[in-house]
T-cell receptor
Framework: AQTVTQSQPEMSVQEAETVTLSCTYDTSESDYYLFWYKQPPSRQMILVIRQEAYKQQNATENRFSVNFQKAAKSFSLKISDSQLGDAAMYFCAYKNFGNEKLTFGTGTRLTIIP | KAGVTQTPRYLIKTRGQQVTLSCSPISGHRSVSWYQQTPGQGLQFLFEYFSETQRNKGNFPGRFSGRQFSNSRSEMNVSTLELGDSALYLC???????????????FGQGTRLTVV
């Protein structure tokens, strides 16, 4: 079974600064996908960024980028120029190739300090 | 395009009762997955339905069941409610189809179930 670990229950960052959230995972599969989801107080899960395991290039979406280290099974999220609206719970998630089931980490609560 | 709609948003039930939650996926999406979110256990996969068939199931007791209709709407049922069933239940839909392997899951706002 796959597992996802987020070792930082809480993080805080000054507005406009950069913060990195950590995620490690365990799997014996070679084809899979990794995601970062954001859950604001409204509780709706919003996809922030995704990475296909077969792609060596790290994914980037505007201010959000990942550092994907397949051999180390590490998948960290970097948020640049942090904004107040980035405050939320961030979940790292794993999905096997051809399967819709998402396995989530325990989440990191990100606080933005004005 | 309308998003994933879950009803009701909030629900209070008594121990021993049963409850049915509903999820309407994004138009054209045929896969619906359900997740339970609690402070203690985090986000856990319940099951996935695709084309009216359960395709995958998480590690939950038989009191948790679901179904999917021909219009892809899905319902989740919990019988003989226990206090520990209090949780946020999230539904996600995706455009899963043959030949497409990486499909994004879109989540609804969830149903907050409180068992008293």
């Amino acid at each position: 079974a796959q597992t996802v670990t987020q070792s930082q229950p809480e993080m805080s960052v000054q507005e406009a600064e950069t913060v990195t959230l950590s995620c490690t995972y365990d799997t014996s599969e070679s084809d899979y996908y990794l995601f970062w989801y954001k859950q604001p107080p409204s509780r709706q899960m919003i996809l922030v960024i995704r990475q296909e395991a077969y792609k060596q290039q790290n994914a980037t979406e505007n201010r959000f980028s990942v550092n994907f280290q397949k051999a180390a099974k590490s998948f960290s999220l970097k948020i640049s120029d942090s904004q107040l609206g980035d405050a939320a719970m961030y979940f790292c998630a794993y999905k096997n190739f051809g399967n819709e089931k998402l396995t989530f980490g325990t989440g990191t609560r990100l606080t933005i300090i004005p | 395009k309308a998003g994933v709609t879950q009803t009701p948003r909030y629900l209070i039930k008594t121990r021993g009762q049963q409850v049915t939650l509903s999820c309407s996926p994004i138009s054209g999406h045929r896969s619906v997955s359900w997740y339970q979110q609690t402070p203690g256990q985090g986000l856990q996969f319940l099951f996935e339905y695709f084309s009216e068939t359960q395709r995958n199931k998480g590690n939950f007791p038989g009191r948790f069941s679901g179904r999917q209709f021909s219009n892809s709407r899905s319902e989740m049922n919990v019988s003989t409610l226990e206090l520990g069933d209090s949780a946020l239940y999230l539904c996600a839909s995706s455009a899963r189809r043959i030949g497409v392997m990486n499909t994004e899951a879109f989540f609804g706002q969830g149903t907050r179930l409180t068992v008293v």
